[in-house]
């Protein structure tokens, strides 16, 4: 039996097949924008995302709203100090009954010992003069011999560098990479060393590693004065 399909009957059914392929056509590409089964689905990723849907950054590394969290930097001097400070233009240097004095006016920059002939008042006259500011560390100690554990250091050079006499015989280099804080047990103190090379005693701990402090900022340990057996004025410095 044949069936005769006249224009507008004909022209109804072109329209309605065409209409299922275009439906047909748009839930294939929507099936193909799916992602695959088990995969998350992508997400637009915050400001400072390494990619689309990524993490966000760590605060401080890129965030929009990240605040960057940084240690404290370590002190570059011993806090609080404890300084002289003097004007080196008028630095002076007197003598009586074994001790050289270093003055400034009447303020007293340091005390050293020595015979009324030794260059001791001329080399802490030099060294003065080649700063501004006379700092120590542990200068209230009351152990029997005090002086032993008061560690000197000095601040703020006046740009003068006037020769300081015989300082090839007062100065020995060390390691300052390899410093070292040792308890010296007994009660005795702390010291600070390079190796064996003992650089100075100290009375408290926090004493010693404030004078590590320092002698890593240089590469050469000096003494001034007469050392003596009676609790001697020495003056330590480093270059």
Known sequence: ??????????????VGVLALGAMAGCTSSSKDALPAPGLPTP???????????????PPGEGSATGTATRSPAPPAWP?????????????TVNYEAGIHSVND??????????????????????LAQRYRKHCFLGRDNTREENNAY?????????????????QEDDCSGYDR????????????????????HILHLFDN???????????????TICYIGDAG???????????
């Open 229 to 239: 057996d009676d609790n001697p004025n020495v003056v330590s410095y480093s270059l």
């Open 105 to 126: 006016g009447n303020k007293v920059i340091m005390r050293l010992a020595g015979g009324p002939g030794d260059e001791v008042g001329q080399k802490g006259l030099a």
């Open 205 to 219: 701990e926090s004493d010693a590693r404030n004078g590590k402090l320092v002698l890593a900022k240089y590469r």
């Open 1 to 14: 039996m044949s069936i005769r399909i006249t224009g507008s009957l004909a022209t109804v059914l072109t």
């Open 79 to 91: 806090s609080p100090e404890n300084c002289i400070s003097y004007n080196p233009a008028n630095v």
């Open 177 to 196: 990479t390899n410093l070292t804080v040792e308890d010296m047990g007994g009660g005795d103190g702390w010291r600070v060393k390079d190796h064996d």
């Open 150 to 166: 008061i560690f000197d250091y000095w601040r703020d050079p006046s740009g003068q560098k006037p020769t300081i006499p015989g």
């Open 43 to 57: 997400t637009a990723g915050p400001t400072g995302s390494p990619e689309p849907g990524g993490p966000p950054n």
